[in-house]
């Protein structure tokens, strides 16, 4: 029985270090979260009962492994984790009579920050509790972080780096259609943080949320944490949101916390108890990996039982076909659920999931529904051989350690689906309600194949009000959108078409040039087309490739049927930035890419550069506040820094 124990032990041990180390270096997953936590806690258990812990155990160590070429260096403070509990009573029973600070235990990266003479002269990540990477130049770029502060001694505060999930799905849309999107937040801001080049950091919009002060000389705190969260706050210091609790108040207040995970834009996944006295708190000395002072809760994930009804296979723009695990509708943190996702093969062979199967459910951070574990296990079905939206043949590949099913088709709808958000976008046709996941479910489903069916989304009526998230109301708008987008102009159209290398400043320069005559325009030449003021062989060589194939001229015939064309509004005297010099740097939010805004500046006669010099005129960047090498440039230039609002203007958007 002993050697039994010990040889499980040592392959939890192993199991847990391969998932920590997919999901914290590889950005991937290959288990639930319920999993990772249920076979942690099996193997503390384990490790109590033999009296044995192996070196290499995730019990005793804390945070990834250093993989970057960063610099390294050793905390003057070891950086440990923090015990946990899943049960309130047992929380309050651990605060007693203290009064504590209950906060969102922030999913991100934690990151200890060194300010002296005022201003930030330092940012090193965790890392491994002991070492963690210099990232100085990173965390000059984070949004909400101040450039300077009054005090003037040295200050070192800890805080996690996040990314919004408002800020995580612009930066999925953004991505083109051939990348993989991010799987989550946490992840990315992972990457982002631990990047060489401090200009990405600066596009992925990365904030920063203090929770612990760690050294201020001179500063009297009252022996109050709360009074140095005041203190940072006024320091300018985003902190993390916390409510001041007793053993008495605790329970409703942790009720509250549950009722605002689904708003809170901000990654959590659970909660953290800091003891308010510190001088308390501190007496109390630490663990070998654990402080004394603080707890996190994590939520007991409420978990149902249910039937499986069947598998769905959902084919993405990246060609992954994930699968879809359809069960018997069960109420999960007060909304009905019956789908969750499983990933990939690998992990639908590890659950062996098979149809009639007796599982349990639940959703992780009180959010994404997951199968906790499959009770009955009769094993999983063939995998599809056909995509179920273009009928090509499937391919299975080996993904690093995971299994993936693959679409090889480059023309399969789902992996179009960039191009249909194109067209219906403001900009473009201008179909409200039509989002990028929308379209997504919508091509799944088989409604959408070309342009056209945009428009005929009636004849999927019943199935449309069906789905989640729609119904009578939503349907009868989104259908009230097709149809008033009918009425449009020319340069939205070809705006929306995606001809290669054509923005929606290059469309209406060509579409003005041609009268807004579709016929014109379709049948032009190249000498007639370089002869447009901002068009040269390369763009006029797009548009006569894209109108050379004959299933786009039919595209463009069938539209012109259905489609209203109006008049574009007349400008009497269009913008000019000729002789004007323009850098562009940080993340759009307007433009699609910075190709597009570059197009749009040199179509109104000026020029963009790749770097600051006297040369350059303006400095377009949307964080205004930046740290960044080119803002820094500007500002000793006295070169204006521009939002990309303010370009738009100028250019008559």
């Known amino acids: 029985m002993e050697d039994e124990k010990m040889r499980r032990l040592r392959e939890l041990t192993s199991l847990l ?32 009962e033999l009296g044995i812990a192996l070196t290499e155990s995730p019990t005793q160590w804390v945070g990834y492994e250093l993989a970057s070429e960063l610099p390294r260096e050793a905390h003057e403070t070891p950086m440990l984790s923090l015990d946990k509990t899943k049960n309130i009573e047992d929380l309050a029973d651990w605060l007693g009579d203290q009064e504590g600070l209950l906060s969102w235990k922030m999913d991100g990266l934690t990151v200890v920050l060194t300010y002296r003479d005022g201003t930030l002269a330092k940012a090193v990540t965790r890392g491994n509790g002991e070492v963690g990477e210099v990232i100085t130049a990173n965390a000059r770029t984070f949004r909400n972080l101040p450039v300077r502060i009054p005090y003037t001694g040295e200050l070192v505060l800890r805080g996690e780096a996040v990314i919004r999930y408002s800020d995580f799905e612009r930066i999925n849309r953004e991505l083109p259609e051939v990348e993989e999107k991010y799987k989550n937040p946490r992840n990315l801001c992972s990457g982002s943080v631990r990047q060489l080049n401090s200009e990405v950091t600066a596009a992925r919009s990365v904030r920063f949320y203090a929770f612990a002060l760690v050294k201020a000389d001179g500063v ?72 004394r002072n603080a707890i996190a809760f994590k939520w007991a994930d409420e978990q149902q039982e249910t039937t499986l009804v069947g598998i769905e296979w959902s084919p993405s723009r990246t060609g992954l076909i994930n699968p879809v695990a359809v069960f018997k509708p069960v109420q999960l943190e007060g909304t009905t659920v019956s789908r969750a996702s499983v990933h990939n093969v690998s992990i639908l062979e590890s659950l062996e999931l098979g149809v009639g199967d007796r599982i349990t459910v639940y959703k992780a951070n009180m959010i994404i529904p997951q199968i906790a574990e499959n009770l009955t296990r009769s094993g999983m079905g063939p995998l599809p051989a056909v995509c179920p939206v273009c009928g090509a043949a499937t391919e299975l590949r080996q993904n690093a350690e995971v299994k993936v099913l693959v679409c090889p088709n480059p023309d399969c709808q789902a992996k179009q689906i960039k191009k249909f958000a194109l067209f219906v976008s403001r900009d473009a046709l201008d179909v409200d309600g039509l989002s990028e996941m929308t379209l997504e479910k919508f091509i799944q489903a088989g409604f959408i194949h070309d342009f056209l069916d945009i428009f005929r989304l009636e004849e999927h009526r019943e199935a449309i009000v069906q789905m989640e998230g729609f119904g009578e109301k939503s349907y009868a708008k989104l259908i009230q959108a097709a149809e008033a987008s009918r009425k449009t102009t020319l340069p939205r159209l070809v705006y929306g078409l995606g001809i290669a290398g054509i923005g929606q400043a290059n469309a209406k320069l060509i579409c003005r040039a041609f009268g807004n005559d579709p016929e014109r325009l379709r049948h032009a030449s190249k000498e007639e087309l370089i002869q447009i003021e901002g068009i040269g062989d390369v763009l006029a060589d797009g548009i006569l490739a894209y109108f050379s194939e004959e299933k786009n001229q039919k595209t463009l015939d069938d539209l012109l049927e259905i489609l209203e064309l109006e008049a574009p509004q007349t400008v009497e005297e269009q913008p000019s930035l000729t002789g004007k010099t323009f850098v562009i740097t940080g993340a759009l939010e307007q433009f699609t890419n910075r190709k597009e805004a570059q197009e749009a500046i040199e179509a109104a006669g000026g020029k963009v550069a790749g770097s600051v010099s006297k040369n350059t005129d303006f400095l377009v960047n949307n964080d205004l506040l930046s740290g960044s090498s080119k803002n820094k440039k500007a500002k000793e230039l006295g070169i204006p820094i521009i939002s990309e609002e303010e370009l738009r203007s100028m250019l008559g958007m």
């Open 220 to 291: 009297d705190f009252q022996n109050s944490r709360e009074e140095q969260f005041r203190w940072l706050k006024n320091q300018g210091f985003d902190i993390v949101y916390y409510e001041r609790v007793n053993s008495a108040t605790l329970p409703s207040t942790v009720v509250n916390f549950a009722g605002m995970v689904t708003e809170n834009d901000l990654p959590s996944d659970g909660l953290v108890l800091l003891l308010d006295d510190i001088a308390y708190g501190e007496s109390l000395g630490r663990t070998a990996k654990f402080p």
């Open 17 to 48: 270090n391969e998932a920590a180390r997919a999901y914290y270096q590889e950005s991937r997953e290959i288990m639930p979260n319920v999993e990772y936590d249920r076979l942690y806690d099996e193997l503390t258990a384990l490790e109590q």
